[in-house]
Nanobody, 127 residues
Framework: QVQVVESGGGLVRPGGSLRLSCAIS????????VGWFRQVPGNDKEFVAA????????HYADAVKGRFTISRDSAKNTVYLQMNSLAPEDTAKYYC????????????????????WGQGTQVTVSS
């Protein structure tokens, strides 16, 4: 059974930083894809960032480009989302999704293409 577990959320002031972690039990010899999405009540999940398990390529939503960095530690089967210069509009529940295959560019931004999800971690940016 594949397990995806997020951690690291919390309350932070505008301009602050947080690092989210996503521990994944899925191992893919074909090179999987891991994505971070966020959701506010009443809205669909919104793509934030994604990384191919090979670590070679990363992808970001325009809203977070230059502020957020996605990375992975293959030895720990963990993907991180470093979030800097946080703003109130970043407030959301953040979810990590995992796919056992290498998603193409147009697919990795779509939540339905990730079969495995964690329970989410809340990020609140407020003064």
């Amino acid at each position: 059974q594949v397990q995806v577990v997020e951690s690291g959320g919390g309350l932070v002031r505008p301009g602050g930083s947080l690092r989210l972690s996503c521990a994944i039990s899925l191992r893919s010899n074909n090179g999987g894809t891991v994505g971070w999405f966020r959701q506010v009540p009443g809205n669909d999940k919104e793509f934030v960032a994604a990384i191919r398990w090979s670590g070679v390529s990363t992808h970001y939503a325009d809203a977070v480009k230059g502020r957020f960095t996605i990375s992975r530690d293959s030895a720990k089967n963990t993907v991180y989302l470093q979030m800097n210069s946080l703003a109130p509009e970043d407030t959301a529940k953040y979810y990590c999704g995992a796919a056992g295959s290498r998603l193409i560019l147009t697919s990795l931004r779509i939540g339905e293409n990730y079969p495995y999800w964690g329970q989410g971690t809340q990020v609140t940016v407020s003064s």
